[in-house]
């Protein structure tokens, strides 16, 4: 009894002491697919713009580094890329009539989101992964979507993007830049090609040429869908803009005032006939008020853009372009450039931190300048921060970490020599002396202080961590040290990567001897000493100086400590060798490519892709030490990637009873029985985040259980597992881990009202689990007060933002504030709707739900609405329920350290 009290005590003391750091260490890697997680600069390519119509303030944008999205107008802006792997997104499109489901076209297909961009599944059916740059959802049918490409012309699905078939039949052009679909006429689709605007009346099973021209975009007038004004960005008389008054039957030039530029964007304003605004390539945006007739440049605006977006409630207009995204309060008068970061960077180096593996460092470049700097992530590359307190604006070419307390960090720039960091990089100085130039190419570091710096003017060594350097190229034929490989045990045996090829040295580089018997191709770029093998060393190779051919590339080995080496490169013999990174153990080597990831077994004899998400050129990789599954990569260009290797398992494959949770590394599916109904069935799956789901068991509307898992292994070497009820059916829910095949059972008994938190569920390695913690359990209540009726006078109907669910046919107000006094924060709860009469609200991040809540209509028999609520988090909150109809409140207190179910049947 003791020690089950003991037990329970550390899972209170665990829950309240991560309840508002946990989201910082879940991961956000795809499992078994690369996923893009920044960092990002300020700036970036924003490629298309979409505005959720029931709540204005949430835009979306895609860009070249993925989705953003901002729930306060386009002010502050967080990544919502979990499980998108094509990152670079040409268009976006929602839902009208469920808001919460966006479309992306990215360049690996399309991928949606049903919880409002918190997590996406890829839609490829029928389309693969081809470039998708323009989606259009027809308004009748919104089943029915239209996707163009780049090469494959027009795809149509009819269930909601899930399959896809090739519609285009009569197109003049595979090359689809743009989409419409007439309002008042479903099937009735228009398409901008590189060759003209082509119409279809038939759902795109034949197409129709109309106007030859190079159409970027196109816009139907809402009002009047026979109008239809085309943007296009050809040559001399086929830029501007034209217009047709007859569907698109005939076209003419509408360039008065504008001339012949290049046109981007079309836009319409909605509430202002004959307003329309069009976005132009190095000239601004131009607004006409009379249908076309005459334009004028909008002062102030953007040079380029490449999308221009109305506010359906108001005078804001919101532009994306190359540089950034636009923001106008005031219908044009005025701009401002927000400081967004959407940019990515490349990234040359990435370093784990040994002794916390959740804290991450980047190395980075600011493609097409010499600027760059580090960045941090202290949570496994969720979101990052600048680290560069001190640092130059200078590219960033490698960086390296010193093993134990206090973490030290070297940075190698190009143009500014070495920087070191002795407080994990809340801070840098300069740390050169001794070194003849500013070009720092490689470093490795030995232990105890001794680190060496990879040059254009050779090898230079550190004996004080940096504080000072003395050459170190003794016998050197090759001054353009490329890359650096330090013995694990012995801080004077290092080797060095050339153009010449490997060079070695046994005593701290007063001496180095060549090592190139066995080379084909002699050129290094990168270099890997097995951790517990030492005598067993990779070389990565990149150019082909003594066969002149491509036969020599890919990785060399010796097991010899470098007397002699042989081709380790069946699979990639053909393909420049840019990284080489290994798991703690040596057992798995993995390869950066100009077109990705490889992967092989100790040895290197075999080597395969491992790109599902990923094809870009890969600068440095690194291997979580904790966890060899968990494996990031830095690109040019692209920033940084993220993947959770399933160890040959397939992963989680989600359907209507099955959630895939954590990354689809779990597997989650309920069955339920109602006894005093004698009913029984599945629970139907709704996926909410990449870490949270939901089950419904009697109606679509009318959400039973939430659940989450979790990754707490930076706290306790587990998977966590919670779910909070809103149902006392009899159910079982089944939680599986993919990766081990480790099962967790959970059952609740009927008439049981229950939150759980099991913070030892899978344990990492798997081993004995304790009991799960439990929170309250049946149906005894949080405190409850009901306080007294406002006048319905003063009671304003219910809206839906950023902190407000309105539910049962936007009768209640639901609104949530918490505390968590453990870590001296505080909020108030975010809302998430699910269905008509449920919602969520998560507290620290949007994908980390807290709290969900329905309220059902009970009158049919006991004459009352009821709320019920449960818990995934054991904060402080407080819950005000709202009747907008009578003024009346309730108001539900949860105290800390409390994981409360509760049903309230007399609520109202």
């Known amino acids: 009894m003791a020690r089950d009290h003991r037990v329970r005590k550390l899972h209170r003391l665990l829950l309240l002491a991560a309840s508002a750091l946990l989201v910082s260490s879940i991961s956000s890697a795809g499992f078994n697919e690369w996923t893009s997680i920044g960092p990002y600069g300020a700036g970036g390519n924003v490629r298309a713009l979409a505005i959720d119509p029931q709540t204005p303030g949430t835009l979306y944008a895609g ?61 490829r059916a029928g389309l693969g992964k081809t470039v998708v740059q323009a989606l259009a959802i027809d308004p009748s049918n919104t089943r029915v979507l239209y996707a163009g ?23 003049g052009s595979p090359d689809v830049r743009s989409l419409a679909v007439d309002p008042t006429a ?10 003209g605007v082509y119409k279809s009346t038939d759902a795109g099973a034949s197409w129709t040429g109309r106007l030859a021209a190079n159409v970027r975009s196109l816009a139907i007038d809402p009002v009047t869908p026979s109008t239809i004004f085309a943007g296009a960005e050809g040559l001399f008389t086929n830029s501007g803009v034209f217009k047709s008054g007859d569907g698109g039957v005939t076209w003419a030039p509408m360039n008065t005032g504008l001339g012949n530029v290049p046109v981007r964007w079309v836009a319409i304003r909605r509430n202002l006939p004959g307003t329309v605004w069009v976005g132009t390539q190095g000239s601004g945006i131009f607004a006409t008020s009379d249908g076309g007739a005459t334009w004028r440049p909008v002062a102030g605006s953007p040079t380029t853009a490449n999308t221009v977006l109305f506010d359906p409630s108001g005078p804001s207009v919101y532009v994306g372009a190359p540089n ?78 010193e093993p134990g307390p206090p973490t030290t960090l070297y940075a190698g720039t190009s143009g500014s020599g070495v920087y070191r960091s002795q407080d994990a990089g809340a801070s840098w100085t300069p740390a050169s002396s001794g070194i003849t130039t500013n070009t720092i190419l490689s470093l490795g570091v030995g232990g105890g202080g ?32 490329q890359a650096l490989a330090v013995h694990p045990s012995n801080p004077n045996a290092v080797y ?110 075999v080597w395969t892709g491992v790109n599902e998400g990923l094809t870009e050129v890969v600068n440095t990789i690194a291997v979580d030490p904790t966890s060899p599954s968990t494996v990031y990569a830095g690109t040019i260009r692209d920033s940084a990637f993220k993947i959770a290797f399933g160890s040959g398992t397939a992963g989680c494959t989600s359907g209507p009873s099955t959630l895939c949770l954590n990354d689809n590394r779990f597997k989650v599916d309920v069955s339920w029985r109602a006894v005093n109904a004698g009913t029984a069935g599945l629970g139907i799956a709704v996926p909410l985040t990449t870490d949270t789901g939901a089950f ?15 990754d707490g292994r930076s706290f306790n070497g587990s998977f966590w597992v919670f779910y909070g009820a809103m149902s006392d059916v009899s159910y079982t829910i089944n939680v599986t881990d993919t990766l081990t095949g480790v099962r967790k059972t959970y059952e609740n008994p009927q ?53 407000t669910l309105c539910l049962n046919s936007n009768r209640f107000r639901v609104q949530v504030n918490w505390v968590a006094a453990n870590v001296g924060t505080s909020g108030a709860g975010r809302a998430a709707p699910l269905a008509s009469d449920s919602g969520s609200f998560w507290f620290f991040s949007a994908g980390n739900l807290e709290l969900n809540l329905k309220v059902v209509d009970g009158r049919a028999v006991n004459g009352r609405f009821w709320v019920f609520f449960g818990a995934l988090s054991d904060v402080q909150y407080t819950i005000t329920v709202t009747d907008t109809e009578t003024g009346q409140q309730r108001v539900y207190t949860n105290p800390q350290g409390r994981l409360a179910s509760v049903a309230d049947t007399s609520a109202f």
């Open 149 to 171: 490409t780049t090469a494959g012309g027009v795809f149509r699905s009819t269930d909601g993007a899930t399959t896809w078939t090739a519609s285009s039949n009569g197109l």
């Open 696 to 710: 419904w068991f009697f109606s679509s509307g009318n959400i039973e259980l939430v659940l989450k898992v979790v």
């Open 751 to 803: 008439g049981q009202l229950a939150s759980i938190a099991d913070t030892s569920a899978f344990r990492s390695p798997p081993g004995p689990a304790l009991a799960p913690g439990r929170g309250s359990l049946g149906q005894s209540p949080a405190p409850v007060t009901a306080e007294a009726a406002v006048p319905l006078s003063t009671t304003a109907p219910c809206a839906s933002d950023a902190t």
């Open 186 to 195: 479903s099937g009735t689709v228009y398409a901008g090609t590189v060759a």
């Open 324 to 401: 950034g995204f636009f923001r106008s309060p005031d219908d044009g008068a005025n701009w401002r450039q927000e400081n967004v970061n959407f940019a990515t960077f490349t990234v040359n180096g990435l370093v784990i931190d040994p002794a916390s593996p959740v804290i991450l460092y980047a190395g980075v470049g600011r493609p097409g300048s010499s600027g760059g700097g580090v960045y941090k992530s202290v949570n496994a590359g969720v979101t990052w921060s600048p680290a560069a307190n001190g640092l130059p604006d200078k590219t960033v070419q490698t960086l390296a970490v």
């Open 496 to 605: 060095a990567g050339t153009p010449s090829g490997v060079f070695k040295t046994t005593d701290g580089g007063k001496n180095w001897t060549l090592s190139n018997q066995g080379f084909a191709n002699i050129g290094i770029l990168t270099l890997l000493i097995d951790p517990v093998a030492p005598a067993t060393v990779y070389a990565g190779t990149f150019s082909s100086l003594t066969t002149g051919t491509p036969a020599g590339f890919g990785v060399y080995r010796t097991v010899d400590g470098g007397g002699s080496w042989a081709p380790a490169n069946a699979g990639i013999e053909s393909l420049a060798i840019t990284a080489l990174a290994t798991d703690a153990s040596g057992s798995t080597i993995y390869a950066g490519t100009p077109v990705g990831v490889y992967r092989a077994q100790r040895g290197g004899s």
């Open 450 to 481: 001794v680190v060496y710096a990879g040059t254009d003017a050779g090898v230079f060594r550190s004996g004080n961590f940096g504080s000072t350097w003395t050459a170190a190229s003794g016998g050197l034929m090759n001054t353009n040290i």
């Open 63 to 123: 860009s070249d580094g993925g989705v953003f999205k901002s729930q306060d107008g386009g002010i502050s802006w967080s990544a919502v890329n979990n499980g998108l792997t094509g990152f670079t997104v040409y268009a976006l499109a929602l839902d009208p009539t469920a808001p919460g489901t966006v479309y992306a076209g990215t360049n690996a297909g399309v991928f949606r989101s049903t919880n409002g961009a918190n997590a996406w599944t890829s839609q």
